[in-house]
C-alpha cells in the first residue's frame, strides 16, 4: 500500500510570504503528527492530530503556525509570514492509532527554504 | 522533562563487523516506547525497531537488536554484520506516555542522531 506523502517536495518562499505543506497519511491511520527537522534543534514535534482534532499543539513555535486536518485524512500546516528561521525540512508521520507499539511511519518531508 | 541522549555525533564500522549505537534516556513516566529511525542521504525516515517498557525481552529484527537495561535507562541499537548500506543517520526515539485526558498522543522525542559510516 502507499506510505505517507507530503507535497511539495521542495518548497522556496520569500520571506514574509505564506506556505502550505500537505500530508496525506496512511490510509486508516488515525493519528498524524508534524515534526520539523533543523540543523540546529534536530527533530521538534510540533503538532499531532487524533481525528480532526488537534489536542496538542505545544511544539508550534509561535502563532504564525498552524495545522488543521480534514476527514480524518490530509493534513495542512500552514505558514505565515515565513522567516529565515523557519527553513527546516517538515516532516509528517501517521500511526495507526495512539497507544501500543505502533510505529509512526514517516514522509519524505517538505524541504522549505525561505530566503 | 523528557530527554533522549545520543553522546556519538559520528561513528566508523568495518563492513560486515558489529556495531552498537548509543542512547539513554531520561523520563518519569512507567509507560513509555523506545525506537530507533534510520535516515539515509535521501531523508526518508525509517523505523527499526521499538522496545516497550514493560518488555522483559530485549527487540530484535533481523540484523538489528537492541539492548535495553531499564535501570540504566539506556537503549542501544546494536547492528550485526554491518552493510554498506548501513551508512546513514540514526536517530533513537522515546515516545511518551499516551494519556488522552491530559492531550498527551505519543509524541516522538528525538536524539541528536548518530552518523555512521560503514567502510568497505
Known amino acids: 500500500g502507499a506510505g505517507v506523502s507530503q507535497s511539495p517536495s521542495n518548497k522556496v518562499t520569500e520571506k514574509g510570504k505564506d506556505v502550505e505543506l500537505r500530508c496525506d497519511p496512511i490510509?486508516?491511520?488515525?493519528?498524524l503528527y508534524w515534526y520539523r527537522q533543523s540543523l540546529g534543534q534536530g527533530l521538534e514535534f510540533l503538532i499531532y492530530f487524533q481525528g480532526n482534532s488537534a489536542p496538542d499543539k505545544s511544539g508550534l513555535p509561535s502563532d504564525r503556525f498552524s495545522a488543521e486536518r480534514t476527514g480524518g485524512s490530509v493534513s495542512t500546516l500552514t505558514i505565515q509570514r515565513t522567516q529565515q528561521e523557519d527553513s527546516a525540512v517538515y516532516l509528517c508521520?501517521?500511526?495507526?492509532?495512539?497507544?501500543?507499539?505502533?510505529?509512526?511511519?514517516f514522509g519524505p518531508g517538505t524541504r522549505l527554504t525561505v530566503t | 522533562a523528557q530527554k533522549i541522549t545520543q553522546t556519538q555525533p559520528g561513528m566508523f564500522v568495518q563492513e560486515k563487523e558489529a556495531v552498537t549505537l548509543d542512547c539513554t534516556y531520561d523520563?518519569?513516566?512507567?509507560?513509555?516506547?523506545l525506537f530507533w529511525y534510520k535516515q539515509p542521504s535521501s531523508g526518508e525516515m525509517i523505523f527499526l525497531i521499538y522496545?516497550?517498557?514493560?518488555?522483559?525481552q530485549n527487540a530484535t529484527e533481523g540484523r538489528y537488536s537492541l539492548n535495553f537495561q531499564k535501570a540504566r535507562k539506556s537503549a542501544n541499537l546494536v547492528i550485526s554484520a554491518s552493510q554498506l548500506g548501513d551508512s546513514a543517520m540514526y536517530f533513537c526515539?522515546?515516545?511518551?506516555?499516551?494519556?488522552?485526558?491530559?492531550?498527551?498522543?505519543?509524541?516522538?522525542?528525538f536524539g541528536q542522531g548518530t552518523e555512521l559510516s560503514v567502510k568497505p
Open positions: 523520563t518519569s513516566d512507567q509507560s513509555y516506547g
Open positions: 508521520a501517521s500511526s495507526f492509532r495512539l497507544a501500543g507499539g505502533n510505529e509512526q511511519y
Open positions: 526515539a522515546m515516545r511518551e506516555d499516551v494519556r488522552e485526558i491530559y492531550n498527551q498522543g505519543g509524541k516522538l522525542i
Open positions: 490510509s486508516g491511520h488515525t493519528a
Open positions: 522496545q516497550g517498557s514493560y518488555d522483559e
